[in-house]
C-alpha cells in the first residue's frame, strides 16, 4: 500500500465524515434533555418565532494588529463547564421541539430502508468514496455491513473464491456502537491484522494487533496514536506508528497537539519499551508517516508539516540498526508520495515540475533532480493517485472531476487504460511491486459502490462483490455543468435530477460543498442522496477551487488570502441553479461539513437572499482561533494564520462568527456539531449559534443540534447517522416546505 493511501488514514485527512429522538428525555449516550422546557408557545396563526437559551457573555477582547475583536462567548471553549452542558442540553430541547410536528418519523423510516443493504468494501463517508479492502499474503481483506449495523466488521478468505470467515466485530466493542475501527493494516504473510480504535469519535487510537488465524487479540496495545498510519515490518514482528505525548493537565480532547514521534512496537512488548524511531524536538509541528519498502530494506517517512501538501521525504536504512535517517528530499516546495521501490530506485508521485502531477524513477545513489526519470508525464487531468502492482503503475486520474484510470510500465510505456462502468468514482489498487492482483471501488451518485477485482496480468476487472440497495437509480441521471464564478473562473458542478425534470424554478434543491485542502468530491452514492432525490429534490455538488480537481493553482486559488474565492464560488453556483429554473431562493439550501461547514456559515452570511436554509456540520466557524484546539493549527497552510496582518485581515472578513449582522434577514439555520469533536472543536459551533440566535431578529429557527458519543464525524454508527439525517431532512422538509412522499411510511409528527 502506497504512502499516500496510509497517510490518507493520518493527518491529511484532517480536512478532509447522533441519535436524538424528537421529544425529550434523549435516549441513552446522547445530549441530555433540558431541566426546563425553553420554547415558547406562540398564538393560532402567529409567525412561528421560538425563545432560545440563555447564553451568558463575557468581557474578553482580543487585540490583533491593532483591531479589536469581542469574544463574548469565549467560556464555551471549557467543555467541563457545568453551565456550558446545561446550555447544550436546552439547545437540544428548542431544537428536538421544533422538529416535533414535522415529517421526521416517515423520513426516519425511509432512510433506514435505504440504509438498510448489504455494504462491502468501503467506509462511511459524506462525500468521498473510502476503500476498506485490500489483498496481503495472498489474503483478501474486506468490510462487509449486513446494513443497519453500527460498524462495518473485518473479513478475510484465503482466496477470491473461497469462504469469508469473520475477523473482527467492532460492533461487541461498545453497546451503542461508538467505538469504531479507524487504521488498519495486515502483515506481509497476512497472518497478523493490527487495527486503531476511536473511542466515541476522538482522533486518538488504541492499536491492537489479531491473529487472523485463531480470531483473537494478541496482548499488545499501543496507546495514545493520533494522526497515525500502521505499517509493519518485513518479518511481521513488530509495526511504526505515530503518536503525542500523553496529554497533562487538560481536557484531552482540546488539548493542542505537538511534537508528534515515531515509534516501532515489537510484538509481545509493552509499549513503554517501543523504540523511538524518530522525532525532531527543533520542529514542533513536524508530523511522521513510516511505511517500509515492499523488499524490507527501507523505513521511508513522509514528514508533513500540518495540513501543507508539501512535505519532505526521508528514509532508513533497515538492514543496519544503527543506520541514520537520510534526508533525501530535505525541502518543503513540492508535494513527494512514495509508491514503492525496486533496488535502490524509488517511485514517487509529486507535484514537482508538474502542477497536476506526474510519477518519478528517483535512485536514491543520485537522487539529484537532474537524474530523475518520468515514469508517468505530466497530464491535462490532475493524478490523484497511484500505485505500484506487477511492476506497472495505476494511475487514477480526475479528468473535470469524475475518474479516469489507466496503466503505464516502468519504462514510462502506455499499458492499458481501465474501462470503468460509467461517470463515477474509483479508489483503491492497493498493493506491491510484485503482487498480480488488487482491488478497487467504483460508485456515482446513483449507484452504490461496488468492489472489483482487478487482474493486474491480463487487465480484467471482475466484480468481487456487489451491493443491492432499495432503491431504484432508472428515473435519475447525472449531468455535469459549468458556470461562470464572480472573477470570471469557470467552476464545474454535478447536478442530479428525475429524467424530465421540468426547469419551472419550483424544486427544493441541497447544494453540497467543500474547497479546501486540496481535497477533491467527485460522484459518490449515499442514502441521503437517494432520499433526496425521492422527496423530489435537485442534489448538486459543486467543484470549488481551493480543492484538488485541477491541480496546484486550483487549490491555491481557494487557500489563505484568495479564500474569499471559495464563498463567491459556492454563491455563483446557487445564481446558476436558480437562474437556470432548478429552484428558486425559498427553496434552495446549502450543507457541508467541516472546512465545508465553514463554507456554509460564510457564504449564508454574505448572501443571505439567495438561500432557503442552510445547514452548516462540524464548521470552522472562529476562524481567529481555530489554531488555539487540538490540530487546529496544522490548518494554517490552508487558510493563512492571524499572525499575519495580511491574513489576518482576510480571514477577519471571512470569518463566521465575526460576520453575524443584527437585522439580516438570514436563512434558516440549523448547525450540528458534537462534544466529542476533537477534530473542529466544538466550540467553534456552540459560539457561532449563540451568536446567531442573540443577533437574529427575524421568525425562522436559528438551531443546533449538539451529540454526544460522537465525534468529527469518522467511525460514526449507522444509528447516529440515521437520527442526523432524519433532523436534517425534517429540518429542510419544514423550513422549505417539502412535501415527503406517501411512500415513506411513518408519521408526519412525532416519533
Known sequence: MSLRRLAALSLTTLVAACSQQAAPPAASGDAAAAPTAVASAVPAGAPSKLVYPEAKTVDTVDDYHGTKVADPYRWME??????????????????????????????????????????????????????????????????????????????????????????????????????????????????????????????????????????????????????????????????????????????????????????????????????????????????????????????????????????????????????????????????????????????????????????????????????????????????????????????????????????????????????????????????????????????????????????????????????????????????????????????????????????????????????????????????TTAAWLEMGGVYAVVNLRGGGEYGKAWHEAGMKTHKQNVFDDFAAAGEYLISEKYTNPNKLAITGRSNGGLLVGATMLQRPELFGAAVPQVGVMDMLRFREFTIGWAWESDYGSVKDAAEFKAIHAYSPLHNIKPGQPYPATLVTTAERDDRVFPAHSFKFAAALQQAYEGSKPMLIRIDTRAGHGSGKPTSKLIEEWADIFAFLAKTLEVKVPDSFGGTAGQD
Open 78 to 527: 471549557d467543555l467541563d463547564s457545568p453551565e456550558l452542558a446545561t446550555w447544550i442540553a436546552a439547545e437540544n430541547q428548542v431544537t428536538q421541539g421544533y422538529l416535533a410536528d414535522s415529517p421526521r418519523a416517515a423520513l426516519k423510516s425511509r432512510l433506514t430502508q435505504l440504509w438498510n443493504f448489504e455494504r462491502f468494501g468501503v467506509r462511511p463517508s459524506p462525500s468521498q468514496l473510502e476503500i476498506e479492502a485490500f489483498i496481503e499474503g495472498g489474503r483478501y481483506f474486506f468490510t462487509r455491513n449486513d446494513g443497519l449495523q453500527n460498524q462495518s466488521p473485518w473479513y478475510w478468505q484465503a482466496g477470491a473464491d473461497a469462504q469469508p470467515q469473520m475477523l473482527l466485530d467492532p460492533n461487541t466493542l461498545s453497546a451503542d456502537g461508538t467505538i469504531a475501527l479507524a487504521e488498519y493494516a495486515a502483515s506481509r504473510d497476512g497472518k497478523l491484522f493490527a487495527y486503531s480504535l476511536s473511542d466515541g469519535g476522538s482522533d486518538w487510537r488504541t492499536i491492537r494487533v489479531r491473529d487472523v488465524d485463531g480470531g483473537k487479540d494478541l496482548a499488545d496495545e499501543v496507546k495514545w496514536a493520533k494522526f497515525t498510519n500502521i505499517s509493519w515490518s518485513a518479518s511481521g514482528d513488530g509495526f511504526y506508528y505515530s503518536r503525542f505525548d500523553e496529554p497533562k493537565g487538560e481536557n484531552e480532547l482540546k488539548a493542542l497537539n505537538k511534537f508528534q514521534k515515531l515509534y516501532f512496537h515489537a510484538l509481545g512488548t509493552p509499549q513503554d519499551k517501543d523504540v523511538l524511531v524518530y522525532e525532531r524536538k527543533d520542529q514542533p509541528d513536524w508530523g511522521f508517516g513510516a511505511n517500509v519498502s515492499g523488499d524490507g530494506k527501507y523505513l521511508v517517512i513522509s514528514v508533513s508539516l500540518g495540513t501543507d501538501e508539501r512535505n519532505l521525504l526521508f528514509f532508513k536504512d533497515l538492514a543496519n540498526p544503527k543506520s541514520k535517517v537520510v534526508e533525501l528530499l530535505p525541502k518543503f516546495e513540492a508535494a513527494y508520495e512514495f509508491l514503492g521501490s525496486e533496488g535502490s530506485t524509488f517511485y514517487v508521485r509529486t507535484d514537482d515540475g508538474a502542477e497536476r502531477y506526474r510519477v518519478v524513477a528517483i535512485d536514491v545513489a543520485k537522487p539529484q533532480k537532474a537524474n530523475w526519470k518520468d515514469v508517468v508525464p505530466p497530464s491535462d487531468a490532475t493524478l490523484v493517485a497511484a500505485s505500484l502492482v506487477n511492476h506497472q503503475v495505476i494511475s487514477s486520474y480526475l479528468k473535470d472531476a469524475h475518474s479516469v484510470v489507466s496503466v503505464h510500465g516502468l519504462d514510462g510505456s502506455a499499458v492499458r487504460e481501465i474501462a470503468l462502468p460509467g461517470l463515477g468514482t474509483v479508489d483503491g489498487f492497493a498493493g506491491g511491486i510484485d503482487d498480480r492482483e488488487t482491488l478497487f471501488a467504483f460508485s456515482s451518485y446513483t449507484v452504490p459502490a461496488t468492489l472489483y477485482r482487478y487482474d493486474a496480468e491480463s487487465g480484467e476487472a471482475t466484480v468481487f462483490r456487489q451491493p443491492k440497495v432499495a432503491f431504484d437509480a432508472s428515473p435519475y441521471e447525472t449531468t455535469q455543468k459549468f458556470f461562470t464564478s464572480k472573477d470570471g473562473t469557470r467552476v464545474p458542478m454535478f447536478v442530479t435530477v428525475r429524467k424530465g425534470l421540468v426547469l419551472d424554478g419550483s424544486h427544493p434543491a441541497l447544494l453540497y460543498g467543500y474547497g479546501g485542502f486540496n481535497v477533491s468530491y467527485t460522484p459518490l452514492f449515499q442514502p
